[in-house]
């Protein structure tokens, strides 16, 4: 107990110094051990079936790692899966635009993709205009080495725009890999 000179009283602390320092250490460590992981988002995300959970763990996760460049591309791709695709395109532009040679090619196969299933609304281009600029663009891609999901990505483009003799150009790579 501790005496007030002025008023003559007893005082009593409720909580001293080192109790207040251990509460503090305690509160943060407890912050730092329950906030969630780069690693242990990535594994949430990797283990849902669901698109909007994704998106929630993928919202967090950019929050963690704001720089992080999969993000938009993994944001972009759930939100195709979903139907989305003017929230594609507003994510991928700025990727694409940035990328000029293509060099991140799942994002750009994204894109296409994106291009293709928005075929009949994009900058008043009529559908035809949309596919025969898609396919300018498998083209300069021909000679790029891809994985063999790319190469399945690629050839759903080209079914989707009733192109098969492009399709198999890029099956073939899948058998030259």
Not at 153 to 170: L, T
């Amino acid at each position: 107990m501790k005496y007030n000179n002025d008023n003559k009283r007893k005082q009593t602390r409720l909580l001293n110094k080192t109790t207040v320092a251990l509460l503090a250490v305690g509160a943060a460590g407890a912050v730092y051990v329950l906030s969630p992981s780069q690693t242990s988002l990535e594994k949430k995300i990797s283990d849902t079936n669901s698109p909007e959970v994704s998106l929630n763990y993928l919202q967090e996760l950019e929050r963690i790692n704001p720089d992080d460049p999969m993000i938009p591309y993994l944001k972009a791709k759930l939100l195709y899966e979903k139907g989305n695709y003017n929230e594609v395109m507003e994510l991928l532009d700025p990727e694409i635009k940035e990328d000029p040679d293509h060099s991140a090619l799942d994002t750009f196969i994204l894109y296409l993709k994106t291009r293709v299933a928005m075929a009949d609304s994009i900058d008043n281009k009529s559908r035809e205009q949309v596919i025969a600029e898609t396919k300018a663009e498998l083209d300069a891609l021909k000679n790029r080495n891809f994985t063999a999901e790319q190469i399945r990505e690629i050839v759903k483009i080209c079914n989707i725009i009733s192109d098969a003799n492009r399709a198999y150009d890029y099956i073939i790579k899948i058998e030259d890999n």
